[in-house]
Nanobody, 119 residues
Framework: QVQLAESGGGLVRDGGSLSLSCEASESITSFFSMAWYRQAPGKQRELVAAIFSSGPTTYGDSVKGRFTISRDNAYNSVYLQMNSLEPEDTGVYYC?????????????WGQGTQVTVSS
């Protein structure tokens, strides 16, 4: 069973920075993509950023230009650098990995890490 372990959340002031890490229990090169999602209280989980095994990245509109996703295959890890944080970025951030077996898709999730941005 794939395990994803997030770390790096915390409390930061408006305009500050945080860096999140996600370490997988196996090689991340086996995944089609890895991503960060977040869920704010009372809202649906939304995509923050994703990075594909082939290299491209994609970002949610609200974080473009402020957040950067990266990966280090040697450490089976994906990172999210968050700059210019805003109170609206507050939420639980989840690491996600996607694997395909033929047409069958499996999503793996971490337990989440809390990010709180104070105004």
């Amino acid at each position: 069973q794939v395990q994803l372990a997030e770390s790096g959340g915390g409390l930061v002031r408006d305009g500050g920075s945080l860096s999140l890490s996600c370490e997988a229990s196996e090689s991340i090169t086996s995944f089609f993509s890895m991503a960060w999602y977040r869920q704010a209280p009372g809202k649906q989980r939304e995509l923050v950023a994703a990075i594909f095994s082939s290299g491209p990245t994609t970002y949610g509109d609200s974080v473009k230009g402020r957040f950067t996703i990266s990966r280090d295959n040697a450490y089976n890890s994906v990172y999210l650098q968050m700059n210019s944080l805003e109170p609206e970025d507050t939420g639980v951030y989840y690491c996600n990995a996607v694997r395909f077996s033929g047409p069958s898709r499996t999503d793996y999730w971490g337990q989440g890490t809390q990010v709180t941005v104070s105004s």
